[in-house]
C-alpha cells in the first residue's frame, strides 16, 4: 500500500486488480516441455507434469518452476542434456522457496496474531471454510472474528482457490 500510495506512483491506483484463473497444468506441461527443447534440454513427460502440478496454475510459479528446474539442469549439461527427477525436485523446492519470499511473506508481514489464527483455521480441513466453523475453531463466536475476515478480505487474502490461502497460512 506504501507503493501504490506513492506520488510518484498515482497511476497504481487506477489500475484495475485482475485475478487470473489458473493456466491449466496439461498447458504447462507442453510450454514447459517446448522451453526445455528449445534449449537443448531434454526431460520426461511424468517430470514435466510433477513441474507443471507444482505450479498449482499460478503464471508466476510456471515461471519461477520453470526456471528453477532449468538451472538445475544447466548445470550438468556438458555431461548430460537430460533433466533429472533432482533437477525437478530442487528446481520445485527452490521455486516454492523464492515464492514464498516474495508473495507468501509480503502478503502476510502486517497481520496480525489473530489475522494468522484464522487463516490456520481455515486450512484444518479440505470442507469450505464457513465464519461459524472457523469462530469454533477459534474458540470465538462468528460475530467476534467477522472483523478479521472483512480485513483479511480487504487485503485481498481469500482466493477463489482455497489451496493457495492455505498454502499462504500455513507456511507461517
Sequence with gaps: MDLINGKALT???RA???????????????SMGDSFVATGLTIEDNLLSRA???TKGYAYLVQLVGYSIWQRANLHRAKSAIVSERDVAEGIALAEARFHDVVHEPAISGLGHNDIKYLLAMCEDNQQ???AEIAKRMGKKTNEVSSIRA???????FRRHREATCSLSCRT
Design 11 to 13: 497511476f497504481l491506483r
Design 16 to 30: 484495475l486488480p485482475e485475478d487470473l484463473a489458473p493456466i491449466n497444468q496439461v498447458e504447462v506441461a507442453l
Design 52 to 54: 507443471a502440478k507444482a
Design 129 to 131: 471454510f464457513k465464519s
Design 151 to 157: 480485513k483479511l478480505h480487504k487485503e485481498r487474502l
